[in-house]
Nanobody, 127 residues
Framework: QVQLVESGGGSVQAGGSLTFSCVAI?????MAWFRHAPGKEREGVAS???????NYGDTVKGRFTIFKGNAKNTLNLQMNSLTPKDTANYYC????????????????????????WGQGTQVTVSS
């Protein structure tokens, strides 16, 4: 069941940019983006904690930026320098609890820790 509402995504040429938005929940400690490509395991993209600290997957560091929207319950993902390997279905996620692992407040290694999920939005990057 869809719990969060996503918008954005689409098709873009390699090197281009896209921006996602997600309407999340009011009370949350962690917000994040995951992606899932056909035949691949679900992969953590980026997360942001209540204090603004962020965490990124290794494959997107330096290219993607996660940030909170103007409204208190919104989440955005800015994606730059896109490549065909970024092609996937992207999901926003939120948790009412911290998902702490080591020094990371909102870990991406335990996606089942996030209790609220969006419907997914497709990104297709052509070469």
């Amino acid at each position: 069941q869809v719990q969060l509402v996503e918008s954005g995504g689409g098709s873009v040429q390699a090197g281009g940019s896209l921006t996602f938005s997600c309407v999340a929940i009011d009370n949350r400690y962690c917000m994040a983006w995951f992606r899932h490509a056909p035949g691949k395991e679900r992969e953590g993209v980026a997360s942001i904690a209540g204090d603004g600290s962020t965490n990124y997957g290794d494959t997107v560091k330096g290219r993607f930026t996660i940030f909170k929207g103007n409204a208190k319950n919104t989440l955005n993902l800015q994606m730059n320098s896109l490549t065909p390997k970024d092609t996937a279905n992207y999901y926003c996620a939120a948790s009412e609890y911290l998902i702490s692992r080591g020094t990371t407040l909102c870990s991406l290694v335990v996606p089942t820790g996030y209790g609220y999920w969006g419907q997914g939005t497709q990104v297709t990057v052509s070469s």
